[in-house]
Structure formats: C-alpha cells, structure tokens
C-alpha cells in the first residue's frame, strides 16, 4: 500500500506563490507516475499536473499552464508543485496522487490513479 501525504497549502494574496510538496512512502517512487489535482466546492476535481516516473513528461491543465510547475526528486520521494501568479480562482484543496506505472507517460484523468493524499487547502485572496 502507497501512502502518500501533501503539505504545502496555505492563505495567499493573489499575485504571490506557493510550493506544495507530496511525499510517498511504501512502493518504489521512481516507478510512480504522480499527479496534482484540485478540487474546489461545487466543482470536479480537475487535472492541475501530472508527471512521468522520470520527471521526463509533464502535462498542464489549461488554467495553471505558465503559471505552475511540476518536478520531483526521486532520491527523496519528493513531488513539488510551484505556483506561481495565483489568482483567486486557485483557491482549492489540492490533493497527490499515484498510480504504478513504468511507461514514459502520465495520466490526465484522475480515474487512472490508485493512492491519494488527504489533501492540502490553497486559499488565494483577491
């Protein structure tokens, strides 16, 4: 069993940036394709990143594309997300999650991940 746990998230002014990170703990992280998903009330939850095993593909949802980066450190078991511009329409919890996978791809759909974090809650304030 993968456990994978987020932090990070926090109250910000729009403009101003935030780096969540996700750990993951009980499976090879390198054989790992992991993902950022947001959800806010009333919405989906909707891609935000994704990143193959290898950090060597990337996919962006249409909203954070410019303005947010994946990568990780598989010497740490260590995911991160940078955002950088926030903007109120931001403000979500944000969860990570896995999924074994050792092809050179990631997931968009958040049905083909397996372990989730609880989540950590971005607020952006205008």
């Known amino acids: 069993q993968v456990q994978v746990a987020e932090s990070g998230g926090g109250f910000v002014q729009a403009g101003e940036s935030l780096r969540l990170s996700c750990t993951a703990s009980?499976?090879?992280?390198?054989?790992?394709?992991m993902g950022w998903f947001r959800q806010a009330p009333g919405k989906e939850r909707e891609l935000v990143s994704c990143?193959?095993?290898?950090?060597?593909?990337?996919l962006y949802g249409e909203s954070v594309e410019g303005r947010f980066s994946i990568s990780r450190d598989n010497a740490k078991s260590t995911l991160y997300l940078q955002m950088n511009s926030l903007v109120p329409e931001d403000t979500a919890m944000y969860y990570c999650?896995?999924?074994?996978?050792?092809?050179?791809?990631?997931?968009?759909?958040?049905?083909?991940?397996?372990?989730w974090g609880q989540g950590t809650q971005v607020t952006v304030s205008s």
């Open positions: 009980g499976m090879t992280f390198d054989d790992l394709t």
């Open positions: 999650a896995a999924v074994k996978n050792l092809g050179p791809w990631c997931y968009k759909s958040s049905y083909e991940y397996d372990y």
């Open positions: 990143v193959s095993r290898s950090g060597s593909n990337s």
